[in-house]
């Protein structure tokens, strides 16, 4: 059965630094691209970053770029998302995502239960 589990959310000053972890089983990961959403309250979703099945190709949006890396470790079957420079904008759930296929192509059809990332002095 597909899982994904996401964790390492929490509370962080402005500035401080996170990683999140995408733990994920069921399937075989390096086949496929895995992405990155957050949702803040009140919000839609937003695609926050995508890398695909080999880590060769990285995707961000704007907003979050020089500040987040997205890496995987397809050994170890977990995707993460290195978060430094928060700001409180950054506060939202944060969710990762099954890619259709091996390339970022923007169509999920899995998601994970999600981590509160909370941004606040």
């Known amino acids: 059965q597909l899982q994904l589990v996401e964790s390492g959310g929490g509370l962080v000053q402005p500035g401080g630094s996170l990683r999140l972890s995408c733990a994920a089983s069921?399937?075989?990961?390096?086949?496929?691209?895995i992405g990155w959403f957050r949702q803040a309250p009140g919000k839609e979703r937003e695609g926050v970053s995508c890398i695909d099945g080999g880590g060769g190709t990285t995707v961000y949006v704007d907003s979050v770029k020089g500040r987040f890396t997205i890496s995987r470790d397809n050994a170890k079957t977990t995707v993460y998302l290195q978060m430094n420079s928060l700001k409180p904008e950054d506060t939202a759930i944060y969710y990762c995502?099954?890619?259709?296929?091996?390339?970022?192509?923007?169509?999920?059809?899995?998601w994970g239960p999600g981590t509160q990332v909370t941004v606040s002095s």
């Open positions: 995502a099954v890619d259709r296929g091996y390339y970022c192509s923007g169509l999920y059809d899995y």
């Open positions: 069921g399937f075989t990961l390096d086949d496929y691209a």
